[in-house]
């Protein structure tokens, strides 16, 4: 069997589209490209292949632009809008497939103009193009020309050429392609094969190599977060009707040691598989609810049968607290777990909290002993190349599910932890690493590893909860630190503000990318639109004003009693704060951001699947 190598899928990386007032033109830049121009009319959205531009001179630099890819076209009120990637940045390479990032994109309309449009229509719109712009810009994308990363690498290798003989469009996995909804229109167009490509969300990075005994060592990290139940903190909770869970996603980290052997190991992570959630009121941590639902075990059951359908044997980490407001949940949880009866599935709880209070880290190890059965007997991908042909030595027979409340913080500190003691028991195998060295033992080994999965966890933080991850400093170093701990109070204030007043335009906005919510072409006219629920600016401008109020407060409490204009504006401030956090009581509902485009329960009946 070979590498995942094609010299050609026939993927264009970069074009030059060209815009007229009756239509779009798109022309392949490579030198080798053949039939190379696809028109696409703006008045009918009809696709034709031509030959040749009619006239190049006629377009200035205004009418065309160079684009890496398509994203896709979405339907607004104005109608169809193509989505194309206008900037990219390098990744890194692996196995000589280079990876990219998304950085900037364009929402091209196909209308010329929204003079079909009432006022309010116009108005509407716009938001529309306000969640698109923030689903793709603040979300990270990837992609490849030449390498599907949709994909683990051991489903890669154990693929056979039916496989390879599709296009990367039709053999994608379907649960990690972020554009799948709106690429759907052009993928029925053969005109568009070339152009058509499939983009993940979560983390990709490449690591430098590092030289570990004369062998050389790089590290590829890949997280994908699944499109099904996808979205924001609280406002993507626990699991739909179908066994789709909020925040899952599957990391994979990739091992090359001198082009020769090639290493892999899967876990993933995802919101506890219950119909539960937090609504935000402005509180810190809002109380856990549990929402009835007559196929709550039917849904339980099927999660579980998909992961071992796809994973093989399962071990279940749950790292919520065992008291608290997280103790029901873990409780209802384990019963759950005791009801499924399954030998596929083992389950393993573990406080983080409690057993790693006053800074003792190195507790995770007594989770890590006691989970070594399943790694013994889950193994992890290896595979041997000689002379461009490969062998598989071992695949993966089993996977980690990891979750913690948020599935972030403590699962990361989890994850990379038993990522470092898979790399090193394979490394330990090939005889790289002899019996008295560890990972620690070689300095840059250690430090690319750590730091890459810090970057990973700060990246998906980032993506579901609204800031940096927390506990990282111990992930880059090894050790808690008080520089860490205000570094986590930092990020938790600002966890604490989207969450509350960002994340439902956020959720929103992914909810309108992935097709989850389609626009009625009446809303506004003949039908409410639901973006007009968005809380007014007045209403939501009262935390400001009690921030300000408190910090004036603050401030003035150290001036001289004796000024008695100090006096009167101190008093100002105190009775202002009092009446804005009087407001903020009785209007805590209506300032919060909550999504309008689908309600909780609609959230929690659907399918999971693209429309």
Same mark, same amino acid.
């Given at each position: ?538 209403? $939501?401008? @009262?935390? +400001?004003?009690?921030? %300000? &109020?408190? =910090? ?5 409490? !150290? #001036? ?29 509902? $209506?300032? @919060?951001? +909550?999504?309008?485009? %689908? &309600?909780? =329960? ?5 399918? !999971? #699947?693209?429309?």
């Amino acid at each position: 069997m070979t590498m995942p190598h094609e010299p050609d899928m026939g993927l264009c990386d970069c074009a030059t589209l060209y815009s007229s007032d009756e239509s779009y033109w798109l022309v392949d830049n490579r030198q080798h490209a053949t039939d190379r121009c696809v028109c696409i009319d703006r008045a009918t959205g009809g696709v034709t292949f031509q030959e040749s531009l009619p006239n190049t001179d006629f377009f200035d630099s205004s009418h065309r632009q160079e684009i890496h890819g398509l994203l896709g076209v979405i339907d607004l009120l104005s109608g169809p809008h193509l989505v194309v990637i206008t900037e990219r940045r390098r990744i890194g390479k692996i196995y000589q497939h280079m990876l990219w990032e998304v950085t900037d994109t364009a929402i091209l309309p196909y209308a010329r103009h929204r003079r079909h449009l009432a006022d309010v229509q116009c108005r509407i719109e716009d938001r529309y193009l306000d969640m698109l712009s923030t689903a793709l810009n603040t979300h990270r994308m990837y992609l490849s020309y030449t390498y599907d990363i949709t994909h683990s690498l051991q489903n890669l290798l154990t693929n056979g050429d039916e496989f390879y003989a599709r296009t990367l469009y039709n053999r994608m996995e379907p649960r990690f392609c972020w554009n799948q909804y709106i690429l759907k229109g052009l993928a029925r167009h053969p005109e568009f094969s070339r152009y058509l490509l499939p983009v993940i969300c979560g983390f990709v990075a490449v690591s430098h190599s590092a030289n570990v005994n004369g062998r050389n060592l790089q590290f590829t990290l890949i997280s994908r977060r699944s499109v099904q139940r996808t979205g924001t903190r609280f406002n993507r909770r626990g699991i739909d009707r179908a066994g789709n869970v909020a925040n899952f996603v599957e990391t994979e980290q990739i091992t090359q040691i001198d082009n020769e052997y090639h290493l892999a190991f899967v876990q993933v992570r995802g919101s506890i598989p219950l119909f539960w959630g937090q609504t935000p009121t402005l509180r810190y941590k809002p109380p856990i609810e549990f929402y009835p639902d007559n196929t709550a075990s039917e849904a339980f059951r099927q999660h579980f049968q998909e992961l071992e359908q796809r994973y093989g044997q399962q071990a279940v980490i749950n790292l919520i607290n065992n008291k608290g407001h997280e103790g029901t949940l873990r409780e209802t949880f384990q019963t759950n777990m005791q009801a499924l009866r399954s030998d596929k599935v083992a389950y393993y709880e573990f406080d983080f909290h409690k057993e790693c209070s006053r800074m003792r880290w190195d507790r995770v190890r007594i989770l890590l002993d006691r989970v070594r059965p399943d790694y013994n007997a889950h193994g992890a991908f290896a595979a041997h190349r000689v002379n461009d042909v490969v062998e598989v030595k071992r695949t993966q027979q089993g996977v980690f599910r990891h979750n913690c409340i948020d599935c972030l913080d403590r699962t990361n500190v989890v994850q990379s932890m038993l990522a470092k003691d898979v790399l090193y028991e394979q490394l330990r195998m090939l005889g790289i690493l002899t019996p008295t060295e560890t990972l620690a033992s070689h300095q840059t080994l250690n430090h690319n590893l750590d730091n890459i999965w810090a970057d990973n966890a700060d990246m998906l933080a980032m993506q579901y909860g609204g800031s940096k991850a927390l506990k990282t400093d111990f992930t880059r170093t090894g050790h808690r630190t008080l520089r860490g701990m205000l570094a986590d109070a930092r990020e938790s204030l600002l966890r604490y503000y989207k969450n509350n007043f960002t994340d439902g335009f956020k959720q929103d906005a992914l909810d309108l990318l992935l097709g989850n919510y389609r626009v009625h072409s009446t809303e506004g006219v003949a039908s409410i639109s639901p973006v007009s629920a968005y809380s007014s600016v007045h209403i $939501r401008l @009262v935390p +400001l004003v009690l921030f %300000l &109020s408190c =910090a004036c407060l603050v401030v003035l409490l !150290g #001036a001289a009693e004796e000024d008695p204009l100090l006096r009167v504006v101190r008093h100002m401030a105190f009775m202002t704060g009092c009446m804005a956090l009087l407001v903020a009581y009785f209007f805590r509902h $209506r300032m @919060v951001n +909550l999504p309008t485009l %689908l &309600s909780p =329960a609609q959230a929690r009946a659907r399918s !999971g #699947a693209i429309p």
